[in-house]
């Protein structure tokens, strides 16, 4: 097991970053989400890691080794991607055990540690089974122990549960979980699922662009997002923004917000109140209901402010008081405490 540490690590394509600058620690033994839009670099980052992308600056390092002049092979890291080919023509214990030959481990050695690693994906039963014969999870469980079976310094999951329907998919994050706490081996994740990261990491990290913009445990990202970007990406976010007077934010429909320090604030869907008589706040404001959408226990109410849309959510029966169907002015109010403030002005 191993810390992974990439300093100021960069990959150009022509004029596009992939990767810029990204200065980072993947603690030993834990489970690191990789995060961020389609484009933002997670997949070339982990390649990098890998050894199949060579970085245009930047140092890697595995435990407290370099691995810059390392080959793939020699790097030491089990892999699982998106699109994880079993070989067709093998038995899942083939298919296991086939890294282990590579590293002339001896037969009966081999045939141990194949039992061992089917056992702890729970495939115990099916070693004779070709891929074929298998469900998507129990592929994606053939794929995990073949990762691990070489007892790897690293684990890369590049989105490898995306090609799963919802159920499954739910299913084997809690198998991958499991799995990762009992091997104990330092993990880095990519997914575009913001959901799946929360669930599953220790730690998370943001990409945007090539550039690190976040990272930290996931509730802790969640609860101070710093920046208009990360407040959207992570979760959902109504974003407010004014002018700082010495009182406090003064809004365009003129609305003093008292206290607050930042041209920006982001405001959760779910710590919005709505009501119809004015609340005993000044952390309020006026806006157009437009439209309260039922769906099972929890409500959603979409409202107009200043041409902006906000969203609202809340159980369903909290929503008892308000009107049915959209067009009038109602009050929006929320604690002091759940306004997040922005750093960044509002603008990423
Ligand atoms: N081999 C390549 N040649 C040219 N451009 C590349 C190459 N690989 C990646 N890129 C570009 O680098 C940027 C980062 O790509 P990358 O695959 O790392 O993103 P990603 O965050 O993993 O995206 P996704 O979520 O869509 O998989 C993108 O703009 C991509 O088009």
Redesign the pocket.
Known sequence: MSEVRVEGLSKF??P?K?LDDVTLTFPDGGFFGLL??????????LRAIAGFVQPDRGRIFIGDQPVEGTAVEDRNIGMVFQNYALFPNMTVAENVAFGLEVRRIPGPDRAKRVAEVLDLVQLGPLGARKPSELSGGQRQRVAMARAIVTRPRVLLLD?PLSALDRALRVEMQIELKRIQREVGITTIF?T?DQEEALTLSDQIGI?KD?RLVRHGPPRAVYDDPQDAFTARFLGEANILTGTVEPNGLRLADGTLLPGVTTASIALRPEVLTASVEAPQTRHRLQARLVQRIFSGAMGTCIFDWQGQTLKLTAPDRALGGLPETGGPMVWLSWPETAALALRDGGSS
Do not use: C, F, R
């Open positions: 394509y022509g596009t992939a961020g839009p389609s484009g933002s670099g997670k997949t070339t980052l989105e990519v575009h990409l090539g």
